[in-house]
């Protein structure tokens, strides 16, 4: 029977997975607007929950 105790545990999955958790968060970010890291990319003013209700009126 194996011995469990000192035995370091795997975190490369979770390390990955945040890993891609903080790339799409970036992406997103720099497509809605709201950082602008890569010029020309995404969109031009930053998205607000507003900008319906002054094309409204």
Do not use: H, K, W
């Not at 958790?21 to 970010?29: D, E, P, V």
């Not at 003013?45 to 009126?57: C, R």
Request: include cysteine.
């Amino acid at each position: 029977m194996p011995r469990l105790v000192g035995q370091r545990s795997d975190s490369s999955p979770t390390i990955a997975l945040l890993c891609l958790l903080a790339l799409i968060t970036g992406i997103s970010l720099e497509y809605l607007g709201y950082v602008n890291v890569i010029p020309g990319l995404g969109r031009d003013i930053p998205y607000s929950s507003q900008e319906n209700t002054n094309q409204a009126q």
